[in-house]
């Protein structure tokens, strides 16, 4: 079990938007940014946010990050079927990883 | 384009060893810190292994401190995890990674597809 705490699951219908959190202490995430991956069933994983809320070139505007405290957010809008993945928050310059939420997308 | 291609996986016994390779391509990897993350049979992403550009610096989870070594050529431009005294826990997918830099802080830009290490009798 992580002591990055993020919920198991999650889902949403197209077109919808969600939040996964990502809940820490002031050791991690209240002392160091987070990144956050996108995990594809069969794929490598794929960077989505870095440093709390900075975009890498090629990843859509759909996906943004925030960070409040010892708390991480990512926030996914407008759904797509392509989305359905696992996503992972990390800290600690990727040496603690959150246990992973599972998006569904109905 | 980025590529990493880890290889060296398998199956081994439990107290064996195993030397994973990462070939790097597509940048200049001797500029780049590189790590490796792996992740065991329905659980999530754990960091193992980092190492930095130079090969100077090297950092390891607690879990496989004293028994996993991370190396690195840049003349062949190939990442290395050597694993010894391997246990069941340890099976997992590995995945070779590159880490970049934003400031003060690291995180991983691009990863290879794994390769996967199974311990057991």
């Known amino acids: 079990q992580s002591v990055l705490t993020q919920p198991p699951s999650a889902s949403g219908t197209p077109g919808q938007g969600v939040t996964i959190s990502c809940s820490g202490s002031?050791?991690?995430?209240?002392?160091?940014?987070v990144n956050w991956y996108q995990h594809l069933p069969g794929a490598a994983p794929k960077l989505l946010i870095y440093?709390?809320?900075q975009r890498p070139s090629g990843v859509p505007d759909r996906f943004s990050g925030s960070k409040s405290g010892t708390s991480a957010s990512l926030a996914i809008s407008g759904l797509q079927s392509e989305d359905e993945a696992d996503y992972y928050c990390?800290?600690?310059?990727?040496?603690?990883f959150g246990g992973g939420t599972k998006l569904t997308v109905l | 384009e980025v590529q990493l291609l880890e290889s060296g996986g398998g199956l081994v016994q439990p107290g064996g060893s195993l030397r994973l390779s990462c070939a790097a391509s597509?940048?200049?990897?001797?500029?780049?810190?590189m790590s490796w993350v792996r992740q065991a049979p329905g659980k999530g992403l754990e960091w193992v292994s980092a190492?930095?550009?130079?090969?100077?610096?090297?950092y390891y989870a607690d879990s496989v401190k004293g028994r996993f070594t991370v190396s690195r050529d840049n003349s062949k431009n190939t990442l290395y995890l050597q694993m010894n005294s391997l246990r069941a826990e340890d099976s997992a997918l590995y995945y070779c990674?590159?880490?970049?830099?934003?400031?003060?802080?690291?995180?991983?830009?691009?990863w290879g597809q794994g390769v996967l290490v199974t311990v057991s009798s």
């Open positions: 990674a590159r880490r970049s830099q934003y400031g003060s802080a690291w995180y991983t830009d691009f």
């Open positions: 597509g940048f200049t990897f001797s500029s780049y810190a």
């Open positions: 190492i930095s550009d130079s090969g100077a610096g090297t």
């Open positions: 002031s050791s991690n995430i209240g002392s160091n940014t």
């Open positions: 440093s709390d809320n």
């Open positions: 990390a800290t600690w310059d990727d040496t603690l």
